[in-house]
C-alpha cells in the first residue's frame, strides 16, 4: 500500500514540474509580448489589457464553479493590495525592459525569491540560518553582474527591473497570506480584478493610438499570461512550493531562447556569470529552506 501511495505522489510531483515548467516558459513568452508591446503602446495600456484580459477570461469559469457569492474574496483589503502590486510590477516590467537585453530583464526579476526571503524574516516572522544567507548573498552577486558593475553608468531600465522583482516578492509574500483562505483561482482573478481598476484610473492619461500590428500581441498577451497563471496555480495544488521551486529557475533559459529567437540577442560573458551565481543562488536557498522545514518538521527523540 505504501508503494502504491508513493507512486501517486510521485505522479503528481511530476504533474506539478511539467505544469510549472510549462507556466514559466509561457510567463517568458509573455514578457516577450510586453516588450514587444511597450514599443508601439504605453505601459499602462500593455498592464490594463493584460488584467482586463484575464478578469474576462476567469470570469466565466468561476462564477460556473463557486456561483456568484463565492466570488467574495477572503480579506479584501490584502486582496486589494495584491492587486496594486500586479498592477505596478507588470508596469515597472514593460518600462525597464525596454532598455535591457529580454534575458538580461528576466535574470535581474530573478531576485525576487532573495527578497521574497528577506520580506518573509523582517515582515512575516519566519526564521532561517546561516546556510540560506549564503545562497541569497550569491543571488545578489549575480544580479548586480547582470545590472553591471559600473555604478556611474547605470542604465535606468535595469533599476526599473529591479523594482519590479522588489514588488514581486511583495505579491508573493501576500500570496504566502492568502493562500490557506482563498482558493487560488479566485485570488489570480480578484488581483487581476483590481489590478485593471487601479489602471483604468490612470488609463485617459496614458492612453495612446493602438497601431494595427499591436492587436496579434494585445491577443497573445492576455491568452498567454491567462494559461502562465491558471498553470503556476495547479503546479501547486499537485506538488509543494520546495519541490517546484528549482524548476522555477527554467524561465531563465526560456527567456534567453526568447531573447535570441524575438530580438537577436544573447547574455555577455558577464551577463552569462551573473545569470550562473542568480540560479546557484535560487537553487541554494531552495534547498536549505526545504532542509530547514524539514528539520522543523522532525520530532525530537
Known sequence: MTGHNNQIVR??????????MLGVSIAAFTGVTMKILGDQISATQVAWFRFAGMSIILAPYLIWRYGFKGLKPARPIVQIIRGLTMAGGTSFFVIGSQTVDYADAIAILYAYPFLLVIIAVLFLGERTNWTVWVGIVTGFLGVLLVIRPEFNQINIGTVYIFICAIVVSIQLALNRKLGAISPPLITA????????????????????????????????????????????????????????????????????IFGYLFFDTLPSALSWIGIILITAGGLYVARALHLNNISRRTPKI
Not at 505522479?11 to 510549472?20: D, K, L, N, T
Not at 487601479?198 to 491577443?219: D, F, H, K, V
Not at 491568452?223 to 529557475?249: E, R, W
Open 189 to 256: 482573478f480578484f488581483g487581476a480584478l483590481c489590478a485593471t481598476a487601479a489602471l483604468s484610473i490612470l488609463l485617459p492619461n496614458a492612453w495612446q493610438p493602438i497601431p494595427t500590428e499591436a492587436w496579434l500581441y494585445i491577443g497573445l498577451l492576455i491568452f498567454a499570461g491567462t494559461i502562465n497563471q491558471v498553470l503556476l496555480v495547479y503546479a501547486f495544488i499537485y506538488a509543494d512550493a520546495s519541490t517546484l521551486a528549482p524548476f522555477t529557475y527554467f524561465e531563465i533559459v526560456s527567456a534567453v
Open 11 to 20: 505522479a503528481s510531483h511530476s504533474r506539478g514540474i511539467i505544469m510549472i
